[in-house]
């Protein structure tokens, strides 16, 4: 939609134009998150892509991801030997209420600023123990971990004058065996629930829950958990929330639902795994 | 400098469709009003936060939705739009199939979504001209929602498939026609395409070309010099009184031309909404109410430069309201001390049951008696239902645009009801109906909804105080927050019937929430109680019904008007009394249904104006109850928490709305041999324009290509009622059969007297008149005619007052799945006695559509309240419309009937598909799972919930 208070576009060319940023001035990436919403208060926006940044770079410690990469890009983003954990990007993108033409602006950090609790970067960033680079507005520069970045149904770590600079995988991340569930109150409907599980060369297990809580919920375990174990710790979560979009015992009993399924679905390929 | 001057950032260049555009575009403008303001109206507004499609362009080859695309990025950018991929007599082949498959009903979605398919196709890693990523097409269409079709026409446009109309399961490969020896009474209903035309073949749109290249002009599809837009403030406050509005600071924005507040507003109370008879619906409404009663009504208008200005001046209104206190639940609406939410009105100047209750209307009446019918049973049901509010969500917002053409006023509107709608605008401001002029361009969806004065009444008053053309146009936000929505309703039934299996006593409660204003609501309670009820031959019936005010956005028409909510009820109850009795659920139907002969009862005989003009719920019983017992083959979900169950459901609807609809046609032969059909009913995805040009077609011996057609059109057609109540066949329709007739009369006539000989007869065909070996082609007949100042026009009219039934059912069978509370569906089976169907692949789309936007209703649909009279859900991304992938092909079978009341034997087939679709799935799921759920939708939070809650 038109954003009819907005009188100024200001193309970021370095770091410093990030000045701008305040309270009525906002990043702009894709925009498919900001022109989806009135912000009667907004007055001008700092548009990222000017800056350039490359969408995706494989290092030695693994991948970083620009803020301004699109879901089109990342959901193409070319397999490397020992990726285990690649089919999770694609899937996380499916999770993404909007169409693959969405995809086609919808940026990474986005889509993590915007922090809505069925935000699926969110699930990628926590489930993968990314690391989020923050450009603080007084220019120093700070490391998040993905898991404390959002802090509630559309909070998040950074300030009206920050901006979101890149998430790092870890190689370890990258590398680990993974599972993935959804589930809305329709097929392809905006998610209820949307669940990652990981578990790392060393067996370490880590399970994400997000959609269904207010915020994301990381468990982790030195390895798998029993059964029981799991679904203790998930049903003490205590965020589960209610929208248009699932009833909080719903999401609740969904999370144990789905929460099983890949911890059995890691048992048995990391079983396998193991034998061969 | 404007706000809006201020707003502009430099000048961009790109391409559109290979021309080269320079323009300016705002800072923070979408890419979507960027191209509209270059006339590029294919690209179509439809909820404005990237959720449905409508405005898909490619940008330099990639699909991107305009409407969340910032202008700006446009710079050195190819744009292309649906029109650029092809236009009529040369469209792209994913545009033909559109037009081959009748993959679009009103259209609007349609630009968009072939756009969309045309970028699929190219990106398809399959070979040129093969099935492009079907596999994956829920994906891939999720993004573009269309609300007519149901998908199932899209889905062949795209892949160039054709599912007959039985579903691709039970087509014999190599033959696509019906199997004859299992399938008797279906009609093959073949594809859409160029058939030539007569009534009963699957003529394609009209307007179809156009509207698949987007170059259909819809309301707002126009450019108007000199056009101001209108902004309203909504009231913050669910019941307050305005206390004091200073425009000061709002009226000296630069650009703004006109403030309108409650000082501006005609005295004369009125009803947003309309019928035939204005006494239907009570007189409650102010253009502007110094009262407000829900969340959203109008305090005050701002006329201004452009809708960014609007809105800056609204936000500069400075108002101090005077709290109320409010009402909520409709339960609580009659309680004594209760707010009173119309407490200031006349129960007889507003005809009202009893403001002093919030009563809006109530009937209470029993035939027979229904304590001595249940003390006679051997088995007694009873239980309580629960239905929510929907919106309509056609497409196409409600929009008007207004203007003085000299002092006369003219309203380009998104209405079912332009006549209507020019009768109460004259009323409410003192005009004669010669100096109002009300018409549509093609409406992008109605469904009820647009049989409503939503944005006329604000329209006509900016126009006049400013003598300015002006624009209005809802928001979806608008739509979803302040338009109104299906009438909530709390449902009670009892029934009982002897162990054999007969219906002793029919007991119905219905408390109809109206919201803040009673447009519709007298006509919904007492529609909504009638065929539902009337269809069980019942020696004892009883009902008690309320429609009563609450602080709630006010609730309207919606398809089904009311039975879609009390069948629900009584058809889910009729399911759980044929478990009790042990009694098959299709056997319970014959048993207790009417049949010709029988009277027709609610709480007394109904009048001689309803007939069985036709007869064929006995074949839909069978028709269903053997498709489903054939099954289709579909595998059913492996796993432990699968449960499988199927149920079904009847209904019944008069064709006709009751106590009157009127249309008067005319059919002329012009000059050049065509023929003109001027009807005043409206096309807005119903399919009338279609069936009118087939009837005319028929009438006069020709081919469709033959007619042109003017409609909807105060000062070009004659009057009409509207386009509501399944009117535009049987009524619309007859009259231009009759008038179409009688011209054939006439110009054989013409034709005699052209040749001087009387004694000889002239028969009509395809391009002239035939007589004794001689032919008189249609031009020379035209020109004779013209040259000797005879006018070869013909004008019927068609009152309505008699009225057929039509009857449908419907059967599912689904699977649970008891851990999720998901509801997949194997099977769905809809079969219509629709009587003579007029365009079998036309009408298989109303089914169709009926039954994706029921299965919204049943599954995913809810306008949600907080409680407090604010709606939560208020962008489409929390109001789930069904997606491609939520809907499954349903059979479709046609009863063999022939009406005689309707044209060529022809019955509505419009609203009544809607009808028995939720009550089959209730019973289905029932089935499953051995709970039966009674509220809507049936989310799978809350069939969960049945299970574990």
Request: hydrophobic residues 40%.
């Amino acid at each position: 939609m038109d954003l009819s208070t907005v009188t100024r576009i200001i193309p970021a060319r370095t770091r410093s134009d990030l000045i701008a940023l305040g309270p009525t001035v906002v990043p702009l990436a894709g925009g498919s998150e900001l022109f989806a919403d009135p912000r009667a208060h907004l007055r001008a926006l700092v548009d990222l892509q000017t800056l350039g940044w490359p969408a995706l770079t494989i290092t030695e410690d693994g991948l970083e991801i620009a803020a301004t990469c699109t879901l089109a890009e990342l959901s193409r983003l070319p397999m490397q030997a020992g990726w285990a954990a690649h089919p999770l990007f694609y899937q996380c993108c499916t999770a993404l209420f909007g169409s693959f033409k969405v995809w086609n602006v919808a940026t990474v950090g986005g889509n993590l600023a915007t922090s809505l609790p069925a935000g699926p970067m969110i699930t990628l960033a926590v489930a993968l123990d990314a690391e989020l680079l923050v450009w603080r507005g007084d220019g120093s520069d700070e490391v998040v971990p993905a898991r404390q970045f959002v802090t509630g149904n559309m909070t998040n770590a950074l300030a009206a004058n920050d901006v979101l600079r890149s998430i790092r995988v870890p190689l370890t991340s990258l590398q680990a065996t993974t599972a993935y569930r959804k589930i809305a109150l329709s097929p392809l409907g905006r998610s209820g629930a949307v669940l990652a599980g990981r578990v790392d060369a060393d067996g370490v297990f880590v399970l994400t829950v997000t959609a269904a809580t207010l915020r994301p919920v990381q468990l982790r375990y030195s390895e798998l958990p029993a059964a029981d174990v799991l679904a203790g710790d998930i049903a003490a979560i205590d965020c589960w929330f209610t929208d248009a979009h699932g009833a909080a015992d719903w999401r609740r009993a969904m999370g144990l639902l789905l929460g099983e399924e890949i911890r059995a679905e890691l048992a048995a390929s990391t079983d396998v795994a193991s034998q061969s | 400098m404007t706000l809006e001057q201020a707003a502009m950032v430099a000048t961009v260049t790109f391409e559109v469709n290979g021309t080269r555009v320079e323009a300016t575009p705002a800072a923070g403008q979408c890419l979507r009003t960027l191209l509209r303001e270059q006339e590029h109206f294919e690209v179509k507004k439809g909820c404005d936060t990237g959720d449905c499609g409508a405005c898909t362009v490619q940008v330099d080859g990639t699909p991107v939705h305009s409407c969340i695309y910032p202008a700006y990025r446009a710079a050195g950018k190819q744009i292309t739009t649906a029109a650029g991929l092809g236009q009529p007599g040369n469209l792209a082949p994913v545009q033909q199939r559109f037009v081959d498959s009748a993959g679009f009903q009103c259209g609007f979605c349609t630009p968009g979504m072939v756009v969309t398919a045309a970028a699929i196709e190219a990106d398809a890693d399959t070979e040129p001209g093969a099935v492009p990523r079907l596999h994956d097409l829920p994906r891939l269409l999720k993004g573009n929602l269309c609300r007519c079709t149901g998908y199932r026409s899209i889905t062949d446009a795209i892949t160039g498939q054709h599912t007959p109309p039985e579903g691709s399961c039970h087509v014999v490969p190599g033959r696509e026609q019906s199997d004859a020896s299992m399938l008797g009474r279906v009609r093959a209903t073949g594809r859409a395409g160029q058939a030539v035309g007569p009534v009963g073949t699957s003529s394609g749109a009209i307007a179809g070309e156009r509207v698949v290249s987007g170059l259909e002009p819809y309301t707002l599809d126009v450019a108007i010099p000199g056009l101001l837009h209108l902004a309203v403030l909504g009231s913050p406050h669910a019941h307050a009184r305005i206390r004091s509005l200073d425009s000061t600071r709002a009226a000296a924005l630069p650009g703004v031309h006109r403030v309108l507040t409650h000082a501006d507003s005609p005295a004369t109370l009125f009803s947003t909404a309309r019928h035939e008879s204005r006494f239907d619906d009570p007189d409650d409404t102010l253009v502007f109410d110094a009262t407000l009663r829900f969340r959203g009504q109008r305090v005050a208008a701002v006329v201004a430069d452009s809708v960014a200005i609007a809105e800056a001046a609204c936000r500069l209104l400075e108002v101090e309201y005077e709290l109320l206190d409010a009402v909520f639940d409709p339960q609580l609406a009659g309680a004594p001390g209760a707010p009173l939410v119309h407490g200031d009105k006349d129960p007889v100047v507003s005809r009202l049951a009893d403001p002093r209750r919030n009563l809006v209307a109530e009937l209470h009446g029993e035939y027979g008696n229904v304590e001595a019918g249940l003390a006679e049973a051997t088995t007694i049901v009873s239980g309580s239902w629960q239905t929510q509010r929907i919106s309509h969500t056609h497409l196409e917002t409600h929009a008007t645009i207004g203007w003085l053409d000299q002092s006369r006023l003219n309203l380009r509107t998104s209405s079912q009801v332009p006549f209507l709608v020019q009768k109460e605008i004259c009323r409410l401001f003192d005009l004669e109906p010669a100096d109002v002029r009300v018409f549509t361009a093609r409406v992008g969806g109605g469904f009820g909804g647009k049989q409503e004065l939503l944005t006329e009444d604000l329209v006509t008053l900016a126009v006049l105080k400013t003598g300015r053309p002006v624009q209005y146009e809802f928001t979806r936000t608008d739509e979803l927050t302040i338009a109104p929505v299906r009438h909530p309703m709390t449902l009670d039934v009892t029934l009982g019937a002897t162990a054999d299996g007969r219906l002793t006593a029919l007991k119905l409660g219905v408390l109809a929430d109206t919201g803040a204003y009673g447009n519709h609501a007298p006509g919904v309670m007492f529609h909504g109680t009638s065929e539902s009820v009337a269809l069980y031959h019942v020696p004892n019936k009883q009902v008690n019904a309320q429609s009563v005010y609450t602080n709630n956005p006010p609730s309207g028409a919606f398809r089904g008007y009311g039975l879609g909510q009390i069948i629900f009820a009584i058809e889910c109850a009729l399911d759980e009394l044929a478990r009790k009795l042990h009694v098959d659920p299709f056997e319970l139907r014959r048993l207790n249904s009417v049949r010709p002969g029988d009277p027709l009862v609610v709480t007394h005989e109904e009048g001689p104006d309803l007939i069985f003009g036709s007869y064929g719920l006995d074949q839909c019983l069978d028709l269903a109850e053997a498709a489903l017992k054939r099954g289709n083959g579909a595998v059913v979900p492996a796993g432990p928490p699968w449960r499988v169950g199927t149920g079904m459901a009847s209904s019944m609807i008069a064709t006709t709305p009751p106590r009157g609809h009127r249309s008067q046609a005319s059919v002329q032969l012009l000059a050049g041999g065509r023929y003109l059909v001027r009807v005043g009913t409206t096309e807005f995805g119903n399919g009338t324009t279609t069936v009118h040009a087939q009837i005319a077609a028929t009438a006069l011996h020709t081919t469709v290509d033959r007619i042109d057609l003017v409609h909807s059109d105060t000062d070009a057609a004659g009057y009409d009622s509207g386009a509501f109540g399944s009117a535009g066949v049987v009524v619309a329709g007859k009259a231009v059969l009759a008038a179409a007739t009688a011209l054939a009369e006439t110009l054989s006539s013409a034709a005699a007297s052209r040749s001087g000989s009387a004694d000889v007869t002239w028969q009509l065909e395809r391009d002239g008149l035939r007589a004794a070996g001689t032919v008189v082609s249609l031009d020379e007949l035209a020109s004779w005619a013209t040259a000797n100042d005879i006018d070869l026009t013909a004008t019927r009219r068609e009152d309505g007052a008699l009225r057929s039934l039509a009857f449908n059912v419907h059967a599912f069978r689904v699977a649970v799945n008891t851990d999720t509370g998901e509801v997949r569906i194997l099977q769905s089976i809809q079969t219509a006695d629709a009587g003579f169907v007029m365009n079998p692949e036309q009408c298989r789309g109303q089914i169709e559509g009926g039954v994706a936007q029921a299965l919204g209703t049943a599954l995913f649909e809810e306008v949600l309240l907080d409680g407090a009279g604010a709606v939560t859900t208020r962008v489409l991304r929390n109001y789930h419309v069904p997606q491609l992938v939520d809907l499954p092909v349903t059979e479709v079978y046609f009863a063999q009937s022939h009406d005689v009341l309707g044209p060529y034997g022809a019955k509505s087939m419009s609203e009544s598909t809607y009808n028995p679709v939720a009550p089959a799935l209730a019973n289905a799921v029932r089935d499953a799972i051995g709970i039966r759920p009674t509220e809507l939708p049936m989310s799978r939070d809350r069939i969960w919930r049945l299970l574990h809650g």
